[in-house]
């Protein structure tokens, strides 16, 4: 189950989120938003039922808490007919967001070949606009619930909260400053510019002196002037010369053997 966990988080599905139950490994509790669409605006809460011997069994099912009125979901049990998809579930093959992913792309293609729901079946292909107006409900339904409690004691269910306005200023005091703290504070950056400023300026300042004190001429223990400073260094650029020139004729020497 470990692994089935870590390939739903790799395959960041849009609009889909769940966590495992946590009251036992084999119940999934999860939320689709749907964003686009006949069902947009649908926020629907589920359930994922794995068998005892998976992944070696049958397909896991997947049951929404509030039926939805569509084809593919059966009316009285909110059951998603993932068997068409699934048929035979294949170890190594299928894998749980695959009926994460199929149960949200029913909400985009409409399927009406062998329903568990006849009179949605038929309506979509007879009337679709009577159609449309079903799912309005159906949405409307399932957003009316959307806050109750979850009848459940499993501390990991789906629970959702409106958020008034105290709450929004908190929830943004609360990322303001988890972005200011660290690496992103910019007390700590400017005080770092600063740092770098001032080491900066006085490199550049002993820079001046340094060159200041080369443009002099330079006294030595007896007190009598010396060649410059810029003098000797013109003697060791050709020093420098004169010996990049040798190694330069011996590497010539030597390609020539």
């Given at each position: 189950?470990?692994?089935?966990?870590?390939l739903l988080?790799?395959?960041?599905?849009?609009g889909?989120?769940?966590?495992?139950?946590?009251?036992?490994?084999?119940?999934?509790?999860?939320?689709?938003f749907?964003?686009?669409?006949?069902?947009?605006?649908?926020?629907?809460?589920?359930?994922i039922?794995?068998?005892?011997?998976?992944?070696?069994?049958?397909?896991?099912?997947?049951?929404?808490e509030?039926?939805?009125?569509?084809?593919?979901?059966?009316?009285?049990?909110g059951?998603?007919?993932?068997?068409?998809?699934?048929?035979?579930?294949?170890?190594?093959?299928?894998?749980?967001?695959?009926?994460?992913?199929?149960?949200?792309?029913?909400?985009?293609?409409?399927?009406?070949?062998?329903?568990?729901?006849?009179?949605?079946?038929?309506?979509?292909?007879?009337?679709?606009d009577?159609?449309?107006?079903?799912?309005?409900?159906?949405?409307?339904?399932?957003?009316?619930?959307?806050?109750?409690?979850?009848?459940?004691?499993?501390?990991?269910?789906?629970?959702?909260?409106?958020?008034?306005?105290h709450?929004?200023?908190?929830?943004?005091?609360?990322?303001?400053?988890?972005?200011?703290?660290?690496?992103?504070?910019?007390?700590m950056?400017?005080?770092?510019?600063?740092?770098?400023?001032?080491?900066?300026?006085?490199?550049?300042?002993?820079?001046?002196e340094?060159?200041?004190?080369?443009?002099?001429?330079?006294?030595?223990?007896?007190?009598?002037?010396?060649?410059?400073?810029?003098?000797?260094?013109?003697?060791?650029?050709?020093?420098?010369?004169?010996?990049?020139?040798?190694?330069?004729?011996?590497?010539?020497?030597m390609?020539?053997?």
């Amino acid at each position: 189950m470990i692994n089935s966990s870590k390939l739903l988080a790799k395959q960041k599905l849009p609009g889909v989120y769940v966590v495992p139950s946590g009251r036992s490994p084999l119940c999934w509790n999860g939320v689709i938003f749907v964003r686009q669409g006949l069902y947009q605006g649908g926020v629907f809460k589920l359930q994922i039922f794995i068998p005892q011997d998976f992944p070696v069994s049958s397909c896991p099912k997947l049951v929404f808490e509030s039926p939805v009125y569509h084809p593919l979901v059966n009316p009285e049990t909110g059951e998603l007919d993932v068997n068409r998809a699934f048929s035979k579930w294949r170890r190594n093959v299928n894998h749980i967001w695959q009926v994460l992913m199929y149960a949200r792309r029913v909400f985009h293609k409409v399927e009406i070949d062998n329903p568990l729901n006849a009179e949605a079946a038929s309506l979509y292909e007879s009337d679709v606009d009577g159609f449309k107006e079903k799912v309005a409900e159906s949405i409307e339904k399932c957003k009316s619930v959307v806050y109750d409690v979850p009848p459940t004691d499993d501390p990991f269910a789906i629970r959702f909260t409106e958020l008034d306005e105290h709450s929004l200023k908190q929830a943004k005091d609360a990322m303001t400053s988890f972005r200011l703290k660290g690496y992103f504070e910019p007390t700590m950056m400017e005080h770092v510019k600063n740092e770098e400023g001032d080491s900066r300026e006085s490199e550049r300042d002993s820079l001046k002196e340094t060159d200041a004190r080369e443009d002099e001429p330079s006294l030595n223990y007896w007190g009598l002037r010396n060649t410059s400073v810029k003098k000797r260094r013109q003697r060791r650029m050709s020093r420098r010369d004169r010996s990049a020139s040798h190694s330069n004729s011996v590497i010539f020497s030597m390609s020539r053997l």
